[in-house]
């Protein structure tokens, strides 16, 4: 008894369970890669899976084995020259030649495999949490879904469940013919038994004749299919829920930002950026620049386009307000900000904003995050500090100095650490 | 004209590289057919087709159909999955299964061709050495074993979901580091099939407690005492070769779930012990028969010659020897070497000389198939290469013995494959495929139950070869299995044993 199985339809992830522990185990290792892979990539490749190294002898299973040394008698292939009491020089290696070349094919020192994009992600992210995710409401346009739901007798041609319809088609003929078949039965069994003993012109046959006849028209009548036993597949709406979320990304373009102090802020809003599209479906980005007018603009000028002059860092937080109001009303959006500055404003608007954070923005946002860019003892500007006392007054807001691209990671880790269990 | 006689005696059982599930059933039939005609007795044929995602999964459990969940199979997955994917190694043709009916893996991407080489190799090659061989006939059992592999993947998971998964791990990390300790090298076992081990499961854990808390009791009866205490300064009365076994019956820290799953480490060990023991019979097997198969599929006709030369290019691939100055030399062939000793029987059966008549002379002219068929039947790789490796194999394979002892400077090549050689070549060679002289011979040695209550092992130094540099860090899982300090004493060469590794709790 032989069996030819395909097995090709079962799952192919035997080993996903196996693989998850191993990632678990190796978590520290696995982390640290990612923190390096995070500071060496560039910003638009974030989001990708990544090769990771783990030095083999921290993932080796020991066993009881034979160490070198000793003496051993190995046996090889392919003598051309040598005959026995010939003498050779220690290869450097010492012994063991045989076996020098492992089956583990690449470097013995590292083991090597890659993370998948999620799984990068889940590490990267790990112990991070967005603020106040209270907030999940229904999209504005209501998405909906289509799902089976059986069968229908009427719908569109397009839509006919051929072997629904066949199932019943062929139900009814039975149903319709199977009597009439029976009877038919019956009397071709009486006919030949007739036709034995009389000829053909016993009344009786002439009779069984006309019947059975009349019999397969009746038969014959019955359509193989019929416009009643069409099934049409149904399909209805379902309404998805969907989140949405939109975030702000203000930064101070004045002459004091240079190149290198924006590129630490971009990096700090993508990383903002990847964080929110694991929990949100959908997220917009408003992009505000400001020196000492706000302006919205695209992804490209925000970062790339140079400006000079002054900073007033409440026209951009009043731009922002206007924003909401206008396109994103806090009953359908979750609103993030983030702003990044280099700290410089002009001194007399630095109360200001603070009015304007705790007044108007801060009961409207999710969270916002302030980044400033800068020494982590540099002189405490007048932003700084009224930012403080805006701190000190809401839980929702929270500030970080920074100075170079590695501490980004940190510092982010730190602003959206696990700590809003209230 | 020329090709309507191509029809009439065109056989071919098909044409093109593609196959299908009715190819593949017709080419069994014709290689059942072949194979029953030249008597090979096999387990029923469970032959499933499954994607390199599946092969590779297969691969990671070291062939276990099913296996208990650890992080170690995730590590083998993720490297094979690596090398596959940059294209450093390819997958095996198939992955067979020692069990009743005999599970045989064959790769969706094989060709017609493999399939059939692959069916005929695994399928009948291994599968009747499966169950005719001594060693797996006496060591395992192909009617439960996939019923037990079940077993014990749902007592891991249930022992993990009532005391942690990290608690299991742990404990599978340590009894992993000593599975090849896990086997009664002599002794023969219990066959296990699955109702008896549910049945006798629960029953065993209450037992081995109690003999477990009588072993280690503190109050000792006191005229008793006198007496025991001669004895006691070895206990256990012999040396114990099966550390697990030891362990699982002796250990004083462990619980009931953590004795059953060491037990169940140490049932797998001892299921794949036999095909450590014959890799060189039990491959050289299954190849002489995919290559003897075949060409009598060839000499009936029934294959194309494209079929042919498909087949003959990765036979060759696969029994390829590079000679040991090739950068491509890892080792003996076991393919080659096992295939080279069955066909050189055949060949001395069939054309014997005079050299072959002195020495073999019980089997020179004999009936080739009833030859290796014992030699199949009897043997493992140490004893059958000491047994049938001619002087032919010897010439052909150009085998030649390097002799390296750390106390000289130089190599010395001890024999070649000349007339005083090959008695030489053939005992050395046979030592290599000794797996006692491969592994480290370690034994329980003692345990100090009155005192400390720690364990010495000890390690029969074979040629002064110390141990290797893991041997710390198996000792660290030993007594994490054990609980009470472990040593192990060293043979030196004066007869004498010293104490060359330790091990204690919390170091």
Not at chain 1, 62 to 81: A, K
Not at chain 1, 192 to 208: G, H, K, N, P, V
Not at chain 2, 47 to 63: F, H, L, N, P, R
Not at chain 2, 163 to 172: D, N, Q, R
């Amino acid at each position: 008894m032989t069996q030819i199985i395909d097995r090709r339809v079962n799952g192919k992830n035997k080993s996903a369970v196996n693989r998850q522990k191993f990632i678990r185990r190796y978590k520290t290792h696995l982390k640290k890669a990612v923190e390096g892979a995070i500071s060496k990539r560039s910003i638009t490749d974030m989001e990708r899976g990544e090769k990771v190294n783990i030095p083999s002898k921290d993932i080796s299973e020991p066993s009881f084995g034979i160490g070198q040394g000793g003496e051993r008698e190995t046996i090889y292939p392919g003598n051309e020259e040598f005959t026995s009491g010939d003498t050779i020089d220690r290869p450097q290696q010492g012994a063991g030649q045989g076996k020098s070349v492992s089956d583990s094919g690449e470097g013995e020192d590292e083991f090597t495999f890659a993370l998948s994009r999620e799984e990068f992600m889940e590490l990267f992210f790990e112990d991070l949490e967005l603020p106040n995710m209270i907030k999940t409401q229904l999209a504005k346009e209501a998405q909906y879904k289509k799902i089976r739901a059986g069968y229908t007798s009427y719908g569109s041609p397009s839509n006919i469940n051929v072997i629904r319809s066949m199932k019943g088609a062929l139900a009814r003929r039975i149903a319709l013919a199977g009597p009439h078949k029976r009877t038919l039965r019956e009397a071709e069994a009486e006919l030949q038994a007739l036709l034995e003993t009389a000829d053909e012109t016993d009344d009786r046959i002439i009779a069984l004749r006309g019947e059975i006849e009349l019999l397969k028209q009746r038969i014959r009548r019955v359509p193989y299919i019929d416009t009643f036993d069409i099934r049409y597949n149904n399909r209805v709406d379902q309404p998805v829920p969907t989140t949405q979320a939109v975030m702000f990304c203000l930064m101070d373009v004045s002459g004091s930002m240079g190149q290198y102090e924006k590129d630490i802020g971009k990096r700090f809003f993508t990383l903002l950026y990847l964080f929110l599209t694991r929990s949100y479906e959908r997220i917009e980005l408003v992009f505000i620049r400001h020196h000492t007018v706000a302006k919205e603009v695209d992804e490209q000028e925000f970062f790339y386009s140079r400006e000079t002059g002054g900073t007033v860092v409440s026209s951009a937080l009043k731009l922002t307000a206007e924003t909401i109001k206008k396109r994103y009303p806090t009953s359908d959006w979750n609103i993030y900000v983030a702003q990044a500055s280099d700290g410089d404003n002009w001194t007399d608007d630095s109360p200001t904003c603070r009015d304007l954070l705790i007044n108007t923005l801060l009961p409207q946002v999710q969270y916002y995050a302030y980044i400033e860019i800068a020494e982590e003892n540099s002189p405490i500007g007048s932003l700084w500090r009224e930012y403080m006392k805006v701190a000190q007054a809401s839980s929702r807001f929270v500030m970080q100095k920074l100075a170079t691209p590695d501490e980004i990671y940190p510092v982010f880790r730190k602003l959206f650490e696990k700590q809003w269990h209230e | 004209m020329n090709s309507s006689t191509d029809n009439l005696t065109n056989r071919h059982l098909s044409e093109t590289s593609e196959w299908t599930f009715e190819l593949l059933d017709i080419y069994h039939r014709e290689i059942a057919r072949i194979a029953t005609d030249f008597g090979l007795d096999t387990y029923p044929n469970q032959i499933e087709v499954i994607s390199a995602e599946q092969m590779m999964d297969a691969y990671s459990t070291v062939g276990m159909p099913v296996g208990y969940h650890h992080w170690s199979f995730g590590k083998q997955f993720l490297s094979v999955e690596q090398r596959y994917k940059r294209g450093f190694m390819g997958l095996a043709y198939e992955i067979v299964i020692n069990s009743n009916p005999c599970i045989a893996y064959l790769m969706e991407e094989n060709s017609m061709t493999m399939q059939a080489l692959v069916i005929a190799h695994a399928s009948y090659g291994h599968n009747s050495f499966f169950k005719n061989n001594y060693l797996f006939k006496t060591w395992t059992n192909a009617d439960s074993i996939i019923d037990y592999l079940l077993f014990a993947r749902n007592y891991v998971t249930k022992c993990e979901e009532r005391y942690g998964v990290a608690e299991v791990e742990m404990l599978l990390d340590s009894c992993h580091a000593l599975m090849n300790y896990g086997v009664d090298r002599y002794k023969r076992p219990k066959k296990v099939s699955l109702d008896n081990e549910e049945k006798r499961q629960e029953e065993r854990e209450e037992y081995l407690q109690s003999q477990v808390n009588d072993l280690w009791r503190t109050l000792p009866v006191d005229q008793q005492k006198s007496k025991s205490d001669a004895d006691d300064h070895i206990w256990p009365s012999e040396p114990q070769e099966n550390i697990l076994y030891f362990i699982e019956k002796n250990s004083p820290i462990l619980e009931n779930w953590q004795r059953e799953i060491v037990r169940i480490v140490r049932k797998i060990a001892q299921y794949f012990y036999p095909q450590r023991q014959t890799q060189v019979m039990n491959e050289g097997w299954a190849t002489f028969w995919h290559y003897t198969i075949i060409n009598r599929l060839y000499d009936e006709g029934l294959v194309t010659d494209g079929f042919m030369l498909e087949f003959l290019q990765s036979h060759t691939s696969v029994v390829y020897q590079p000679p040991f100055n090739s950068r491509y030399y890892s080792g003996l062939n076991p393919y080659t070497l096992g295939l080279n000793i069955y066909q050189d029987l055949k060949r001395i059966c069939e054309e014997p000389t005079d050299e072959d008549r002195e020495w073999f002379p019980d089997i020179a002219g004999g009936d080739w198939f009833t030859v290796i068929d014992f030699a199949m039947r009897n043997f493992k790789d140490e004893s059958f290469i000491s047994q049938y490796l001619s002087p032919k194999v010897i010439r052909d394979m150009k085998l030649f013995t390097i002799l390296d002892d750390d106390q000289r400077d130089s190599l010395e090549v001890s024999a070649i494959h000349d007339e005083r050689g090959y008695k030489y070549i053939r005992s050395a060679l046979s030592e290599q495929y000794n797996l006692g002289s491969r592994e480290p011979n370690m034994q329980v040695y003692k345990v100090d139950r009155r005192g400390d209550r720690s364990m010495t092992l000890r390690y029969e130094a074979h040629k002064h070869r110390p141990l290797n540099q893991e041997t710390d860090d198996v000792l660290k899982h030993l007594v994490r299995l054990w609980g009470f300090t472990v040593r192990v004493e060293s043979l030196k060469d004066n007869d004498s044993y010293e104490v060359t590794h330790e091990c204690n709790p919390g170091a």
